[in-house]
């Protein structure tokens, strides 16, 4: 993979934004590969990062429907990629945290997830273990107490930032001329992609750069469809400040109702209600099952819902907080399949790679 | 500000702070209570324009744009008293269109509160719109606020009953922006009279709060932003303190003060037109309007539309726009410059710049 630090982006990406507080080194980036893979982390020893983050599952946790935590508990979310999440603006699927760094805090202390009831296990080990007391000794200068989770997030960011994919079929065809990169029906399938299809205006795509997101928040009707009789009185708890900024994390991951509000949960506007971030779609060949709450199991799937509007089944009814972008499209079974060739061109190299590796094992 | 506005928000204001040097004497507080005015806010829903495409099919983008503004405002937390649905339920006044509109606006738990809106009735004169909602003017008092809704969107009658072959075309000619067949807005004689009566039973210091479906103000004449005996009904508002105007059609944000008069539109359900070409401080060479839409992003069917809830502090509107895909916007009485003014981009400096179109 990329390192984002030394060479240029990869075809088809930007650089990678780096927050000025946390200077990516070389140092910093090993540490933390070597913290996000380390299973200490978690109440039972056994969940690290990597267990829903695997590198030869680009990253996610396919083929699960929502993640594993501790104790094999699940929560209500489907595992989204680290791939090409420093172009996230925010993170999780409801945005409810602001950044790479302040998102590593909350898996740790998920009941759900790693289930730590507080951080303080993590800087024991750091501290205390002289492989980390080393490293973090030359990676910030600080030893002791003075290791605090603010340098353990920093870290794992670091190393999350090097985590970009790109050099896809598409990016040779699209931004190099190379024709033949994709195959016709996969060109056709672009073709519907930016017109009929309407894919184009949340999967953005620039004249020099494709990060196939918006990075915003759409209602495309699924998961609230399932709970719409509940809206209200779930709606009213969030509106009343029931639900503190502070639990929303263990809410939404235990409560699968709760879930379901996405975006409205963090910001309790009712344009947001039921809407969740726009998922990059490179490597998405790689990531089944889909959706926030992976509960569509084929790209063919994905496409048929939005094909009908925002339902998954045709005749379902829409929900009332439907997106204004989503309506029927009226694609035909072979565009349909264009379609989801094309997103099969979206897959980079190295990352199928690693994929078919890890299958051969 | 007098002692007897003293409002339900100030007393809660005053019942949570500690420091009670600071807040007013319990005595004047205990005032708010012997009021009968009490804070309270309503919502407000306009111009759905839901249109019967054949059959029982209508266009989906106004469906969903109604459907939604009703679902969210049952949401509100604490429920709006009231709801005002401010004209152009219908797009050609069919009784399709009206009874689609109807079926969806009985989704609502409070009561909905109708004004006339043209496309409602230039087919049958308003017949089957009054059927399902009732009178086309009338007034009612609640917690101490007279409202008045007014059907501000009649016309001359020699163009209402003599000039067109069929009701339909009627309809169309009135449905047109910048059409030369047209003709401007009125309230009328007969409405007017009303009003001066109803208005003649009311104490000139209560709020006084008027729906209608055109501004009762001149703005553009060619999109009928337009009423043409302004004037007339501005002069009947005129010796009441407090007197706010909120209207619907123009399906855009605009607000305004003339004299004692509080001016506030409200957005549209449907679609957004854009500002018309005389809002422009530099001159403009525009083709005439031959796209009916203008949004942001053309992707977004919400883009540019939205619903309000309506706060009504102490006689005055605080209008709360729900918009999506944009910024919330609230316009809101300020008493010290007594003119509505926006609580965020009032300030020259907060605004933002129109784009440049090539």
């Known amino acids: ?361 | 500000m007098s002692d007897h506005r003293i409002n339900r928000r100030d007393f809660l204001k005053c019942a949570g702070a500690l420091a009670a040097a600071s807040c007013l004497p319990v005595s004047t507080v205990e005032l708010a209570f012997a009021d009968p005015r009490e804070n309270f806010t309503f919502a407000y829903i306009s111009d759905a324009h839901l249109q019967l495409i054949s059959g029982t099919k209508f266009v989906r983008n106004w469906d969903r744009g109604l459907i939604r503004a009703v679902a969210e405002t049952n949401l509100l937390d604490p429920k709006p008293d009231f709801v005002v649905f401010g004209g152009d339920l219908a797009q050609l006044a069919l009784k399709e269109e009206l009874d689609h509109g109807a079926e969806m606006l009985s989704k609502l738990q409070v009561k909905v509160h109708h004004v006339m809106g043209e496309h409602d009735y230039y087919l049958d004169l308003g017949e089957y719109w009054s059927k399902l909602f009732g009178p086309q003017y009338y007034s009612w008092d609640h917690k101490g606020v007279h409202f008045v809704v007014l059907n501000s969107i009649l016309t001359y009658d020699d163009w209402t009953f003599n000039r067109w072959p069929t009701a339909k075309q009627r309809m169309l000619e009135m449905a047109g922006l910048d059409n030369p067949n047209g003709s401007p807005f009125m309230v009328g004689e007969k409405q007017r009279e009303w009003l001066r009566q109803d208005l003649s039973k009311v104490k000139k210091d209560t709020p006084l709060v008027v729906f209608s479906h055109s501004p009762i103000q001149k703005i553009y004449k060619g999109w009928n932003f337009w009423t043409e005996d302004a004037e007339e009904v501005q002069a009947l508002l005129k010796p009441f303190s407090d007197v706010t105007v909120i209207y619907g059609h123009v399906h855009q944000i605009q607000y305004n003060q003339i004299g004692n008069i509080s001016f506030h539109a409200v957005m549209a359900t449907a679609w957004p037109w854009p500002y018309p070409q005389t809002y422009a401080q530099a001159e403009q060479y525009l083709p005439k309007l031959t796209v009916p839409m203008n949004r942001a992003n053309p992707f977004f069917e919400r883009d540019a539309t939205g619903w309000q809830m309506i706060d009504i502090d102490s006689g005055r509107a605080a209008m709360n726009y729900n918009l999506y895909n944009n910024a919330r916007r609230t316009v809101a009485f300020n008493p010290k410059t007594r003119q509505p003014e926006d609580k965020v981009f009032q300030d020259p400096e907060r605004r933002i710049p129109p784009q440049t179109h090539f």
């Open chain 1, 1 to 361: 993979m990329t390192m984002a630090h030394s060479e240029g982006p990869p075809l088809g990406l930007p650089p990678a934004p780096v927050p000025v507080d946390n200077p990516q080194t070389a140092a910093k980036i090993e540490l933390g590969n070597k913290l996000f893979n380390d299973k200490r982390f978690s109440s039972t020893g056994e969940v690290s990062c990597a267990n829903c983050h695997a590198v030869e599952k680009a990253f996610t946790d396919s083929p699960l429907v929502v993640s594993e935590g501790i104790n094999k508990l699940t929560g209500t979310r489907n595992a989204p990629t680290v791939l090409n999440a420093v172009y996230m603006k925010t993170m999780f699927w409801d945005g409810r945290s602001p950044s790479l760094e302040d998102q590593a805090l909350h898996p740790f202390v998920n009941p759900v997830e790693m289930g730590l009831k507080d951080h303080e296990p993590i800087l024991a080990i750091v501290r205390s273990d002289p492989e980390y007391a080393k490293a973090f000794q030359s990676v910030f200068g600080k030893s002791g107490n003075a290791i605090t989770m603010k340098e353990v997030t920093q870290a794992i960011a670091a190393f999350e930032r090097t985590k970009v994919a790109a050099n896809t079929p598409f990016d040779r065809w699209y931004f190099k001329g190379d024709e033949s990169a994709l195959t016709d029906a996969q060109k056709r399938g672009f073709e519907i992609f930016v017109n009929q299809g309407r894919c184009v205006s949340c999967h953005v795509v620039e004249q020099t750069q494709a990060l196939f997101t918006d990075s915003k928040f759409h209602n495309v009707g699924v998961g609230i469809n399932a709970i719409q009789k509940d809206v209200p009185a779930l709606a009213k708890e969030y509106i009343r400040a029931q639900v503190a900024a502070t639990e929303v994390d263990q809410k939404v991951l235990s409560d699968k109702k709760s879930s379901e509000l996405g975006r409205f949960a963090v910001t309790r506007y009712f344009d947001e209600l039921g809407a969740f971030k726009t998922p990059t779609l490179r490597n998405i060949a790689l990531t089944a099952p889909y959706m926030h709450d992976g509960s569509l199991k084929t790209l063919r799937d994905v496409v048929v819902h939005y094909n009908n509007g925002g339902v998954t089944v045709a005749e379902d009814p829409v929900n009332d907080f439907l997106s204004g972008g989503i309506r029927p499209l009226a694609l035909t079974d072979k565009e349909i399949d264009d379609l989801v060739a094309f997103m099969e061109a979206l897959t980079s190299p190295e990352v199928a790679q690693l994929a078919k590796e890890a299958e051969k094992k």
